[in-house]
């Protein structure tokens, strides 16, 4: 099975990068961090430029990328059913749990692409235009350089865990309807909908999209000077990220499963 | 040896809808089955059961007698599936497409020979979406071909293609049943097609199996039907017409048509000759598929 879901997602891969549609988030995402310069300029007087950073990531992965990877999710098996080459799939020694099992690994992969590139990006841009020493006070360093770096890395990690539930939410969504428009209008129109009445409802805590500040909360509280804790925060986000990226991969099973695709 | 395909019982509904009804039907390896029947008549469903995309309501199928349901991965590699209106990743080439699908199939290496045998190979490096609908019918053919599959399910693989090409595809697909002994279900409006290839015809209407004949059988002499050269045809089909024993008598290209009601050639001969009419030849006809098809549809 393992092998078989490896080949589908390297299929998935290739296909995807010969897309054009594919390298749409990147280049906005890129283009939000070097817009975060307007808000949040950076000059090299000395003073550290992780506050760029801490601006610039959140801006570019909250909004721009989240959008992009649901957008791109959605599509994900939407177009196959809309185009019909999911029958020349489904007629191969492939199981439609492995068909959407590469569609997640996909979709992950997406993710990982634009929170390595807004990283990328960031860092880039804080360390040519500015400078990326330690962050300090009063002439001591609070934070040394190396510890930002970790603050960092280990927030790009925890943001992949809203990511995957994004992106098994808008698989299953794509798993629902026969075309690419329709299925990104609905995953968004969703998310928009839950995001306006989670919190009057009071079940913000169990909506993984209320974690996508989560894995960058350290790293901005360094930057204002605020020791902030990783836990518990970054359990519940771990615990109810990882839960509904499950379910909602589960419910995409159930639905491929059931249906029919005779045309 | 156990049959290629064996369908049982299999009813498939879409809501209220029945697209097919009952079926059964035993499919031998090596043995070319025809789909016969009007649009709506359940070929194109029965295809998509066979081939693992739907769900039959209730009913069994066996492939190489393994259920698709339950052992779907010992089938597929197996298998080759082209269904009407094919569809490929427009944005890259002929060979990318195959080189893809192949790769799930695990069979990578027969692409080359497969652009080859359906005529491929000089627009292999074109994009799929720039081709006509004839030459993506050819990529459908040539990805289910892919892997050398034991049995092949066809829904139209003609449709869009000119003479020519129809030709070349049947011939390929006699060549494979009779050289190679791949089982082949093949649907189709063509009548002459399925003439020409298949073992066996199937006839669905309205969802279920209305006649299942060896395309032999059906192409035989018919007792009833003859074809008489005689000298002045008009007045001759005229007093044949009359005839209680004749069902009709139509002149059509200097000959005269005969259907017999309850009468036999002899007869018929003998009549002509005992009324002075100097027959030179009497010519049993044979059926078409197309006359069997309207008569079991009641057309």
Redesign the interface.
């Known amino acids: 099975m393992i092998g078989r879901i490896w080949?589908?997602y390297?299929?998935e891969l290739?296909?995807a990068l010969?897309?054009?549609s594919t390298y749409v988030g990147p280049v906005l995402v890129m283009l939000a961090v070097a817009g975060a310069l307007v808000v949040h300029p950076v000059d090299r007087d000395g003073a550290s430029d992780y506050g760029f950073v801490a601006y610039a990531t959140p801006l570019a992965l909250n909004l721009l990328g989240i959008f992009m990877t649901l957008v791109f999710c959605s599509g994900l098996v939407a177009s196959e059913l809309s185009?019909?080459?999911i029958?020349?799939?489904?007629?191969?020694?492939?199981?439609r749990r492995e068909f959407l099992a590469a569609k997640l690994l996909l979709g992950m992969t997406y993710a990982l692409g634009l929170v390595v590139l807004v990283a990328a990006s960031a860092w880039g841009t804080a360390h040519a235009l500015g400078d990326t020493a330690g962050v300090g006070y009063g002439g001591e360093i609070l934070y040394t350089t190396s510890q930002m770096r970790w603050a960092y890395g280990a927030g790009m990690l925890l943001s992949m865990a809203p990511f995957a539930a994004a992106v098994s939410y808008a698989v299953f969504i794509s798993t629902l309807t026969r075309s690419t428009g329709p299925a990104a209008a609905l995953s968004l129109g969703l998310w928009l909908l839950v995001e306006g009445i989670k919190h009057p409802l009071g079940i913000e805590a169990y909506v993984f999209s209320t974690y996508l500040e989560t894995p960058w909360r350290v790293f901005s509280g360094r930057v204002d000077l605020i020791d902030t804790a990783w836990f518990p925060e970054a359990k519940y986000c771990l615990g109810v990220s990882l839960a509904m990226a499950l379910t909602f991969a589960f419910l995409s099973v159930y639905v491929l499963n059931?249906r029919?695709?005779?045309e | 040896m156990p049959a290629c395909i064996q369908i049982a019982q299999v009813t498939k509904t879409f809501g209220a809808t029945v697209a097919v009804s009952d079926l059964s039907l035993e499919v031998e390896t090596g043995e070319v089955l025809g789909l016969l029947g009007p649009n709506g008549a359940g070929k194109s469903t029965t295809l998509c059961m066979l081939s693992g995309l739907v769900r039959p309501t209730s009913g069994t199928i066996a492939l190489f007698g393994k259920d698709p349901l339950v052992q779907f991965l010992d089938i597929a590699p197996r298998m080759g599936v082209l269904m009407e209106r094919p569809a490929f990743y427009n944005h890259l080439s002929v060979r990318k497409n195959l080189s893809l699908l192949a790769a799930l199939s695990g069979r990578e290496v027969t692409i080359d020979r497969t652009l080859d045998l359906v005529g491929l190979l000089r627009v292999a490096s074109q994009k799929v979406g720039k081709l006509s609908r004839g030459m993506r019918q050819r990529v459908g053919l040539a990805q289910a071909l892919i892997g050398d599959p034991e049995l092949l399910l066809l829904d139209e693989p003609t449709s869009g293609l000119d003479v020519e090409s129809t030709q070349e595809m049947l011939h390929l697909l006699r060549r494979l049943a009779d050289e190679a002994h791949v089982t082949i279900v093949f649907s189709s409006h063509m009548m002459h097609e399925v003439e020409s290839l298949c073992d066996r015809v199937a006839i669905l209407n309205g969802g279920r199996l209305v006649a299942c004949e060896a395309t032999d059988d059906l192409m035989s002499y018919d007792s009833s039907a003859v074809d008489v050269v005689v000298e002045a045809p008009e007045g001759a089909a005229r007093r044949l017409a009359d005839q209680a024993w004749v069902e009709s008598a139509t002149l059509r290209s200097g000959r005269i048509e005969v259907r017999l009601r309850d009468g036999t050639v002899p007869q018929l001969t003998a009549f002509l000759v005992a009324s002075g009419y100097k027959v030179s030849g009497v010519i049993p006809k044979r059926r078409t598929l197309q006359e069997y098809f309207l008569k079991v549809l009641n057309v």
């Not at chain 1, 029958?87 to 199981?95: A, E, H, K, N, Y």
């Open positions: 080949t589908a390297t299929v290739r296909k010969r897309s054009a185009h019909g080459t029958r020349m799939v489904l007629v191969r020694p492939l199981l059931r029919n695709l005779n």
